[in-house]
């Protein structure tokens, strides 16, 4: 059985910019309006998969996070950054930037793609929700608008 939660629908969404080195327009910097979708996998026990308010309630978090942020991989291994003081200086296919630091979200990502996010998102709800036996896996979308998004399976408890 699944159970599935709609983030546009539900207000678990966030804005954000990046950019992507490589790609044409998108090496630019840009922002999207993203929305969080969840899909939990498993065996309801007791006629229930899995408290929907406990899960909104952690997915949430996690996007209020990310809000109104430059989301920038942590790893240098595409887009080199330094922090000095208070200003992060930003470096990538000749191009400098340079931001405030507290404006700056640092995720352990090779790269900020819908791809990679969605695997940020499984993985740290997954850190932070205990899941009951019942429950086998866990996908999630961070989708760049309606309609656009990349999906990331991760098994659950002893399916790992």
Partial sequence: MMLEIDGWKVGIKFSASHFIPGHHKCSRLHGHDYGVKIRIYGEPKDCVLYDFVELKKEVRKIADELDHHLLLPSSQEFIKHEIRGEEVLVEFQGKRYIFPRGDVMFLNLRITTAEELSRYF???????????????????????????GAWYYAPVGDER
């Fill in 122 to 148: 499984a993985e740290r709800i997954i850190e932070k929700i205990n899941f009951p036996e019942n429950v086998k896996g866990i996908e999630v979308c961070v989708e760049e608008g309606p309609g656009q």
